[in-house]
T-cell receptor
């Protein structure tokens, strides 16, 4: 089973709100990723966790705060976002990092008003 | 610099005809190459990959890709297109210069006409 789940599917938030995105995988993968994707563009890497430790932060603004509570779960905490942060947020996982194949979740469609 | 290019923004093909979606790459060393498909408002689905071995790689849903080292290409192919193949296709190469992150192409929209 190569399933990565993400909740919620859709999220609308104001610029002063605090919200969180959740990602879960039960494939025993030890690497997890957050990507941001704008319409009709390729995904852009935001963060990489390997063995529950942050390995890569692609200079993401601090209003995005990742958290990896355990090897199956990845959260993205959102605070004081801007309208330009509206996008599809994708989670992915892979066996290890670095490795070959990443498996993506369905994404959370975020709209910031 | 590591890079990948998808020269066509859109490819149109009639149902039942063969399809090709093009991808060229530039990496140092041996490339790790991938194809993903994305349906509207969905995540990316893994189709196939090339790491080493046979130049013709077979993947999901009847897709295959041909690795050509001399032309630095990794084109995606399918012998007979289906309307349900209509989607956005991304080629990716793993960055071998140190970060090992995926470098995605800009994507090609495939439209299969009934």
């Amino acid at each position: 089973d190569t399933e990565v789940t993400q909740t919620p599917k859709h999220l609308v938030m104001g610029m002063t709100n605090k919200k969180s995105l959740k990602c879960e995988q039960h494939m025993g993968h030890r690497a997890m990723y957050w990507y941001k994707q704008k319409a009709k563009k390729p995904p852009e890497l935001m963060f990489v966790y390997s063995y529950e430790k942050l390995s890569i932060n692609e200079s993401v603004p601090s209003r995005f705060s990742p958290e990896c509570p355990n090897s199956s779960l990845l959260n993205l905490h959102l605070h004081a976002l801007q309208p330009e942060d509206s996008a599809l947020y994708l989670c992915a996982s892979s066996q290890e990092y670095p490795t070959d194949t990443q498996y993506f979740g369905p994404g959370t469609r975020l709209t910031v008003l | 610099a590591q890079s990948v290019a998808q020269p066509e923004d859109q490819v149109n093909v009639a149902e039942g005809n063969p399809l090709t979606v093009k991808c060229t790459y530039s990496v140092s060393g041996n490339p790790y190459l991938f194809w993903y498909v994305q349906y509207p408002n969905r995540g990316l689905q893994f189709l196939l990959k090339y790491i080493t071995g046979d130049n013709l790689v077979k993947g999901s849903y009847g897709f295959e890709a041909e690795f050509n080292k001399s032309q630095t290409s990794f084109h995606l192919k399918k012998p007979s297109a289906l309307v349900s193949d209509s989607a956005l296709y991304f080629c990716a190469v793993r960055d071998e210069s140190g970060t090992y992150k995926y470098i995605f192409g800009t994507g090609t929209r495939l439209k299969v006409l009934a």
